[in-house]
């Protein structure tokens, strides 16, 4: 082998691998697309999550399969007029057809009004935290077989008694 063909493939190897951590990059930047568009759909969750795909919630509970996060998702977000989640800082290990995705995250929710306390000058709350997630590669391409979020500080007003307690 002469040193061009050695150059090749070592331009081929880092062009792969940074193909796969700008795909799998986008598989987060999607999902938080469609959680504050409201735009939660099954076929796109499926270009996201394998079949067997979860998320495992804050709170600890987890989701499994394309169908039922959307279901959740939608039951929880519907609870705000409108959210924005920026992520940042993607660390990206590869390791042949599975990696590791760690990115911090930065999420802004806005209570719905019928979820606001009428009296409070408060009605959003802003959290910080981290996005761990799995992804493998699959023959329609990367997809995520875990998503984590975990929450590391929280600031801004939390549920009105009203909507904790559904008594108005």
């Not at 977000?77 to 959210?83: P, S």
């Not at 800082?89 to 390791?95: A, N, P, T």
């Not at 979020?149 to 009203?162: E, F, K, L, Q």
């Amino acid at each position: 082998m002469n040193e061009t063909q050695g150059q090749n493939g070592y331009l081929t190897t880092k062009l792969s691998k940074l193909t796969d951590r700008a795909e799998i990059s986008e598989l987060l930047s999607r999902f938080c697309s469609m959680v504050d568009d409201k735009s939660m759909n099954t076929t796109a969750l499926e270009t996201i999550f394998t079949q067997e795909g979860r998320i495992i919630n804050p709170n600890g509970s987890t989701v499994t399969g394309p169908a039922a996060i959307k279901a959740e998702k939608t039951k929880s977000f519907n609870r705000f007029r409108a959210t924005q989640h920026v992520t940042s800082d993607h660390i990206i290990e590869l390791e042949e057809d599975t990696a590791r995705l760690r990115a911090n995250m930065l999420a802004m929710h806005l209570w719905s009004p019928e979820e606001s306390d009428p009296l409070s000058l408060q009605t959003h709350f802003v959290a910080g935290g981290v996005f761990d997630a799995t992804a493998v590669r699959t023959a329609e391409g990367w997809r995520f077989s875990e998503l984590k979020s975990r929450i590391t500080w929280r600031t801004g007003s939390g549920m009105s008694a009203v909507a904790k307690t559904g008594v108005k």
